[in-house]
């Protein structure tokens, strides 16, 4: 068999698979077609049933309103549910609560000088008075000389409300038990004055 005839079948092949192939086609538009037609047609009809008032028979115009709103309805419908199942639930995480805190007011309050000046836990004293703090005693600390003042309280929410009238002072937690020259009985809150409090406000 030459060449010639083996590209003349070959070419006869391929033209009637493509001649095949388009009556396939051909044939699928028109089903989907025709489905398509048949189900808008049955739409309207149950539209226009169910809109019948009087007796009257909607327009074609009115039936194919009413058809385009259907439509929009049920995209909306299918828009919606395909929003539901996308969305994740949001988690929610609380903000860790802070202890609230405790002033200071009313608490028996040891001031002692660990400084060279003298008189000096007397004068915070009486600035401590003067904004509040009335249960006060004075006395010195001989224990070690400090550069920034100590303020050693009960609990750890507690001493910020005295920070304030300080320079760099600093919070402990816990009591003194050494290095005072006056009694502790009854204190809750001991402040150390360092020798960057020397100059009072």
């Known amino acids: 068999m030459d060449r010639k005839t083996i590209l003349r079948i070959f070419g006869d092949a391929?033209?009637?698979?493509?001649?095949?192939?388009?009556?396939?086609?051909?044939?699928?538009?028109?089903?989907?077609?025709?489905?398509?037609?048949?189900t808008n047609n049955q739409k309207m009809k149950e539209?226009?049933?169910?809109?019948?008032?009087?007796?009257?028979?909607?327009?074609?115009?009115e039936l194919e309103k009413l058809l385009s709103e259907h439509r929009e309805?049920?995209?909306?419908?299918?828009?919606?549910?395909?929003t539901e199942a996308t969305t994740t639930e949001e988690v929610t995480t609380e903000a860790p609560t802070t202890e609230e805190k405790i002033s200071?007011?009313?608490?028996?309050?040891?001031?002692?000088?660990?400084?060279?000046?003298?008189?000096?836990?007397k004068k915070w004293m009486e600035k401590l008075k003067s904004e509040g703090f009335t249960d006060i005693a004075t006395g010195?600390?001989?224990?070690?000389?400090?550069?920034?003042?100590?303020?050693?309280?009960?609990s750890a929410n507690m001493g910020d409300d005295l920070l304030v009238y300080f320079n760099n002072a600093t919070i402990e937690i816990g009591a003194l038990s050494s290095g005072m020259d006056v009694s502790a009985e009854g204190v809750e809150i001991f402040i150390v004055i360092g020798a960057t409090d020397t100059t009072i406000p």
């Open 14 to 38: 391929f033209l009637r698979s493509l001649v095949v192939l388009m009556g396939i086609v051909i044939i699928g538009f028109s089903a989907f077609f025709i489905i398509t037609v048949v």
């Open 47 to 61: 539209l226009a049933q169910g809109t019948e008032s009087g007796g009257e028979e909607l327009s074609p115009e």
């Open 73 to 82: 309805k049920e995209e909306a419908q299918e828009r919606e549910q395909t």
């Open 104 to 121: 200071s007011m009313g608490y028996k309050i040891l001031v002692l000088n660990s400084t060279r000046v003298s008189g000096l836990a």
């Open 140 to 154: 010195n600390y001989s224990a070690a000389r400090e550069e920034e003042t100590k303020i050693y309280v009960p």
